[in-house]
């Protein structure tokens, strides 16, 4: 690290205490309950990004209405009373001009095609590759910017402005607007949050001081970002349920939540935020975003000599966290297929009350197999073979609405021990940096799998394109089942006092592994080995 990066740590150690003792200042309803604005703000900021971002769920049926609008192709009220018609139809979309009291047979399905020559429900697919693609080649940017200049907080706070008046925008959707509107979404909005996140996640290695606010902070925040994600989606369906509301109106109503819930606390996150120096110096004569690259490069390079093991994780999550993010899309596909898109919504509130459930599910596994690697396998497992079940079992809406549960308890299972993975491997001294390359390889590839289905979905193969995500997982699994976690405890334990936060307290204090993610103490790395 420089001189200045030196200076820059004692100078946010200072302020941290200086704000930690002006804390009492600050009323209980905006420190959430600690006494450090700091983490106040990242507990802010996380709720608030989370609502910002789940709010797009509620785009996605307007906007699969107004494609198929524009397709030429629209919905029939009752046709399940039709003895013409199966399970699930009345959701469906069918050409226009069919006549049920004169007619002897269906409607013609929708053969009609949007811009580009896509079929309606590609739309989804097509927006999510955007939005990987734009993330992919934007991250080593955001990362150059939070790491090699000084304007951390600043990128923040055009972020957090930039995400919430997008989703502001959004409630001017219309017939006229909705492609204007996904392409703003996937673009705009998409960038703006994995922004947001980087500069989010860069302040959290310098929050923790000791172990019990190490264990605090962590699964604190993941709490937040899950209560931010419940709280919108519980109101919106609330709303669109009691009022009677179309997609429209309640994809209006699920983005004008959003802004008026995540927006102001994603803006007093960054009143609390301290601006940070830069942490490293940026390469002479070059871009931001080529100095971001040849950075990410260079320590994964390091990674791959000193800590193998941390390098086989991050391969192995470039391809397990592009089917994890395509979950969503997929299942949004399926939804539409079965003529649930209306409820893709509630849909979603069901999976995310389930996903709470998960954490119990990996504490048992990974005590009952004493391993954080084999329970983050198993729950892998249990993905790619309910996925597949999804795929080709869900063929009526009763059906769909069995497999939300299942999908939320596994989505709580996989993260946790994915979490608790990395905190395992992360070496001392390298925590910021491991933190930028693992938001980055979540993400580096997430676009494919959208691609893949939409190809096949344009050949009407809609079921093989969605066999991509379960085959991201498989290969995922093969590279992460790979690591030495008994040589990565080695590598960690010689390297604790490199930690950017190592903490040895006179009379007995412990030493702290920590990661961002799950805290791991200096004893618990010596069993291990």
């Not at 013409?84 to 009291?101: H, M, T, V």
């Not at 596994?365 to 309910?386: D, E, H, P, W, Y």
């Amino acid at each position: 690290m420089t001189q200045d990066g030196n200076d820059a740590t004692k100078d946010s150690a200072a302020g941290q205490q200086v704000s930690r003792e002006k804390s009492g200042a600050l009323p209980w309803w905006l420190v959430c309950g600690d006494k450090n604005p700091e983490v106040t703000a990242f507990y802010m900021a996380g709720f608030g990004r989370s609502a910002l971002f789940i709010s797009f769920n509620f785009l996605v049926p307007a906007i699969i209405h107004f494609a198929y609008a524009d397709a030429g192709c629209r919905q029939y009220e009752g046709l399940d009373d039709d003895a013409l018609f199966d399970d699930g139809e009345a959701g469906q979309y069918f050409e226009k001009g069919w006549n049920k009291g004169a007619a002897a047979s269906k409607p013609d399905e929708c053969e009609g095609t949007v811009l580009w020559g896509l079929r309606p429900s590609s739309i989804v697919s097509v927006t999510a590759t955007i939005g990987g693609v734009v993330v992919a080649c934007g991250m080593p940017l955001a990362g150059s910017i939070v790491d090699a200049t000084d304007g951390r907080h600043r990128f923040g706070q055009v972020c957090v402005w930039t995400l919430t008046l997008s989703n502001a925008a959004m409630c001017f959707i219309t017939r006229e607007t909705w492609f204007l509107m996904t392409l703003m979404q996937a673009v705009v909005a998409t960038f703006s949050f994995f922004g947001l996140a980087l500069v989010v996640y860069a302040y959290l290695p310098e929050l923790f001081t000791d172990v019990e606010e190490c264990v605090r902070v962590s699964k604190a925040g993941r709490e937040y970002e899950q209560v931010g994600m419940l709280v919108l989606i519980v109101l919106t369906t609330a709303l669109s349920l009691g009022l009677g509301l179309g997609v429209v109106p309640t994809a209006i109503v699920g983005q004008a939540l959003a802004a008026l819930l995540g927006g102001p606390l994603c803006v007093r996150a960054f009143q609390l935020f301290q601006p940070r120096k830069a942490n490293r110096a940026r390469a002479p004569n070059t871009w931001l975003v080529a100095d971001g690259a040849m950075h990410l490069a260079r320590v994964f390079g390091q990674l791959k000599r000193d800590y193998p093991n941390a390098a086989i994780f991050l391969v192995g999550q470039i391809f397990a966290e592009a089917a994890t993010g395509s979950l969503t899309t997929g299942a949004i596909l399926i939804l539409d297929n079965v003529g649930l898109s209306a409820w893709i919504g509630v849909y979603l509130a069901v999976v995310m009350v389930f996903m709470m459930c998960g954490p119990t599910l990996y504490q048992a596994v990974a005590r009952k197999t004493g391993s954080v690697r084999v329970s983050l396998l198993l729950s892998i497992g249990a993905f790619v073979v309910f996925f597949v079940l999804f795929v080709f079992a869900a063929s009526t809406p009763v059906l769909a609405w069995c497999f939300a549960p299942i999908i939320g308890v596994v989505y709580g299972w996989y993260y946790p021990g994915l979490n608790s993975t990395l905190a395992l491997l992360v070496p001392g001294g390298h925590e910021g940096e491991l933190a930028g390359l693992n938001l980055f390889t979540a993400a580096v590839l997430s676009w494919v799998p959208p691609l893949i289905i939409t190809v096949f979905n344009e050949l009407n193969l809609l079921s093989v394109g969605l066999l991509s995500i379960p085959l991201f997982w498989l290969i995922g699994a093969a590279v992460l089942s790979r690591m030495d976690m008994e040589q990565a405890a080695e590598h960690v334990a010689a390297s604790i006092k490199k930690r950017q936060r190592y903490h040895d307290q006179a009379g007995g204090g412990r030493p702290i592994l920590s990661s961002g993610s799950t805290p791991v103490l200096e004893e618990e790395v010596e069993e291990k080995a």
